[in-house]
């Protein structure tokens, strides 16, 4: 059964950088047949994308975020990771990380992890 | 940017009861849609794809219509665990994939 795990702090300082891992049980994120996304819920709002990470390196960014943000397969500790700059409150949110479903494709996210809530005060 | 607009914000519902959810795209998307329930305290759970085809162990009462710009999921014979948040998620454009503000299934 494939289990995906998120990890990072849960407070981060305004301006200071976000730094998320996910982990994954059951399959690696250098399997060439999926991609691996980032999706945050800020509290009691709906879904926003974040952006897609391949284990050759290709990424997709969701242009809203795209100059702050960095995602990426790290192979050798095989862990999937999210780097955000520049945080303010409006950051504030939980963060999920998720497999692309179908095989080859950014699509849909058919597993995800159960989230890690991270606080930027005020 | 394609905006997903679910419709209504809350359905109220009884048990046994069936449920229409509304996804509308601001451009077609073909069948590029998913639908995803979400639970409080819970990640989203794909119950659609490709706008009609159920993902593994969904039940046969969820079902999902529609092609370009309007779809539909429905929930027939409403049981108490299907009262949740429900989303659609477009991915015929992946930058960014979009996903529907949500609409709320409640008694």
């Known amino acids: 059964q494939l289990l995906l795990q998120e990890a990072g702090p849960g407070l981060v300082t305004p301006s200071e950088t976000l730094s998320l891992t996910c982990s994954v049980s059951?399959?690696?994120?250098?399997?060439?047949?999926?991609?691996w996304g980032w999706v945050r819920q800020s509290p009691g709002k709906g879904l926003e994308y974040l952006g897609t990470a391949y284990y050759t390196g290709s990424t997709f960014y969701n242009p809203s975020l795209k100059s702050r943000l960095t995602i990426s397969v790290d192979k050798s500790s095989d862990k999937l990771s999210l780097r955000l700059t520049s945080v303010t409150a409006a950051d504030t949110a939980v963060y999920f990380c998720?497999?692309?479903?179908?095989?080859?494709?950014?699509?849909?996210?058919?597993?995800w992890g159960q989230g890690t809530l991270v606080t930027v005060p005020s | 940017e394609i905006v997903m607009t679910q419709s209504p914000a809350t359905l109220s519902v009884s048990p046994g009861e069936s449920a229409t959810l509304s996804c509308r795209a601001s451009?077609?998307?073909?069948?590029?849609l998913a639908w995803y329930q979400q639970k409080p305290g819970q990640p989203p759970r794909l119950l659609i794809y490709d706008a009609s085809i159920r993902a593994s162990g969904i039940p046969a009462r969820f079902s999902g219509s529609g092609s370009g710009t309007d779809f539909t999921l429905t929930i027939s014979t409403l049981q108490s665990e299907d009262f949740a948040v429900y989303f659609c998620q477009q991915y015929y454009t992946w930058v960014p994939l979009t996903f529907g503000g949500g609409t709320k299934v409640e008694v």
């Open positions: 059951g399959d690696s994120f250098s399997n060439p047949s999926f991609f």
């Open positions: 998720a497999r692309h479903g179908a095989r080859g494709s950014p699509y849909y996210f058919d597993i």
């Open positions: 451009r077609n998307v073909v069948s590029n």
